[in-house]
């Protein structure tokens, strides 16, 4: 058994790692030491209290959901493991120089992602996928009385932060904006594969200079990769989003739940419900859905996300997009269903919405297949199987 020493902040799950660690008989200590998310500290700003923390407790490893170069840089100083599981993509801190620390267990959800950095000499990365905590979901009873025909949480990926493309697109020569509305258009009737950052070069310097990048340190990452995943994969999925919700909506009506506060999209038989507890509401909602949709990240590879094993570990019926992950885990028609496009998200939402039983089924096959292989305790033991 071990003893984690577990840098805390506000990410998803994090309770529920929390707790399959102690269930697996590992002791925790818990630093809350604040790290931002969008950007990645200096080593002399963490430096002091990690040490503190060391020299007092003295832990096998050190543990973050997510990966920080200056994490990594004091594991290294000080030479103890440092084991880190990242659950978002694109992830701008793994493109540091920092991967190549000895002492790095790193993890990630998307296995073609680790496979381009192992394929590039990367020793430190692993695939892990995702999972849910079924003990806590399943404590969550709820009526059989479904509240929502079809729902959807998230966010539309208009929220400024910065650097959104329609925020300064008015700066683009109408060359650039010209040459990005073709891009656009086209990776929009792509699905599974995503050519962007292949592309992008005849603009790449203008959009740098207009959108320049938050640094991350000893980065790594093209100008190209930059721009694809900060500026034109966000605005993609924004199209995407909306024009699928807005068509579930037209058609079957739709339960949203988001703190997305773009004004214009307000639409009849559309329910806009705001935000909810990660925790405490959001299974609830999964739970009392006919249907729950998944529309993941353009620019995401291969990943199934965390979402998705939320909806399936609170015994809901997942309709997502298809993305390869989902074949190394789970079958379709038989655990979850996926569509190929607006067309197919249309029937198949009609299809399943009409045949309860099948649907049930599916939920329920979805749902067993979590609680066999999937948790945060099956999880536990697979990364600290080193």
């Not at 009385?145 to 959104?164: H, I, M, Q, R």
């Not at 190929?340 to 198949?348: A, F, G, Q, T, V």
Request: aromatic share 12%.
């Amino acid at each position: 058994m071990m003893k984690i020493l577990l840098i805390q902040w506000g990410s998803f799950g994090q309770e529920d790692l929390k707790n399959a660690f102690i269930q697996e008989g590992h002791s925790l200590v818990i630093a809350p030491i604040a790290l931002a998310t969008k950007t990645y500290k200096e080593l002399s700003q963490v430096e002091s209290r990690m040490t503190e923390l060391l020299n007092k407790e003295k832990p096998d490893i050190i543990f973050t959901v997510s990966y920080f170069p200056a994490i990594s840089d004091f594991c290294n100083k000080k030479r103890i493991r440092y084991v880190s599981w990242i659950y978002d993509s694109p992830l701008g801190a793994i493109y540091s120089k920092t991967i190549t620390n000895s002492c790095n267990l790193i993890y990630t959800f998307d296995r073609e992602i680790c496979q381009e950095f192992r394929d590039a000499g990367v020793s430190t990365m692993h695939y892990l996928p995702m999972a849910a905590n079924i003990e806590r979901l399943d404590s969550m009873i709820e009526d059989q009385t479904f509240a929502y025909d079809v729902s959807f949480v998230g966010s539309l990926y208009l929220e400024s932060e910065g650097n959104s493309f329609p925020e300064k697109s008015d700066l683009l020569t109408d060359y650039t904006k010209g040459y990005v509305d073709a891009l656009v258009a086209a990776q929009l009737k792509i699905q599974g594969y995503n050519f962007i950052q292949e592309v992008l070069g005849p603009v790449t310097n203008e959009l740098c200079n207009i959108y320049p990048k938050k640094p991350v340190p000893k980065d790594l990452r093209s100008d190209e990769y930059y721009c694809a995943e900060n500026i034109i994969n966000p605005w993609i999925t924004a199209i995407e989003r909306i024009d699928l919700l807005e068509a579930v909506a037209k058609n079957y009506g739709l339960d949203f739940f988001t703190r997305s506060i773009y004004k214009d999209f307000t639409l009849p038989n559309l329910y806009n419900h705001g935000w909810v507890d990660y925790n405490k509401e959001m299974p609830r909602v999964f739970k009392q859905s006919k249907i729950n949709l998944n529309i993941s990240r353009r620019g995401m590879k291969s990943a199934v996300p965390l979402r998705c094993f939320d909806i399936m570990g609170s015994g809901g019926f997942l309709l997502s997009n298809f993305q390869s992950g989902f074949l190394d885990l789970f079958v379709p028609e038989e655990d979850f269903v996926y569509y190929e496009d607006k067309d197919d998200l249309l029937r198949k939402i009609g299809y399943y919405l009409t045949h309860e039983e099948e649907r049930k089924m599916i939920a329920k096959n979805g749902h067993d297949k979590i609680a066999a292989a999937h948790t945060y305790r099956h999880r536990v033991r697979e990364l600290l199987d080193f």
